[in-house]
């Protein structure tokens, strides 16, 4: 099994910035893919970025793209979501996902992710 928390999130303005933490506890070996996805108020979950902590290889969503960078320690088994400019639009619940099947190519789908974080609240007002 493998543990993942997030944290960082928080009530920002338009433009700013926020650094989330997803941080993997566990069998961490069995989480080589993780990635975040958002879940707005009655929109459906959509995935943002995620990394390969083995090959580094990233994956970003068209809408986050030069906006937000996604990173990893592994020493510290935990990655980051550097998020700046942010806008109203990003305003969700972002969840860290862990994906135990190893790959190159980071996957954007949730049915590909086998574990999840309980989410924090990223909330960005104008």
């Known amino acids: 099994q493998v543990q993942l928390g997030e944290s960082g999130g928080g009530l920002v303005l338009a433009g700013d910035s926020l650094r989330l933490s997803c941080a993997a506890s566990g069998r961490t070996y069995s989480s080589p893919i993780i990635a975040w996805f958002r879940q707005a108020p009655g929109k459906e979950r959509e995935f943002v970025a995620g990394i390969s902590r083995i090959f580094g290889s990233t994956n970003y969503a068209d809408s986050v793209k030069g906006r937000f960078t996604i990173s990893r320690d592994n020493a510290k088994n935990t990655v980051y979501l550097q998020m700046n400019s942010l806008k109203v639009e990003d305003t969700a619940v972002y969840h860290c996902?862990?994906?135990?099947?190893?790959?190159?190519?980071?996957?954007?789908?949730?049915?590909?992710?086998?574990?999840w974080g309980q989410g924090t609240q990223v909330t960005v007002s104008s």
């Open positions: 996902a862990a994906a135990s099947k190893s790959r190159r190519e980071v996957p954007a789908s949730s049915s590909d992710y086998n574990y």
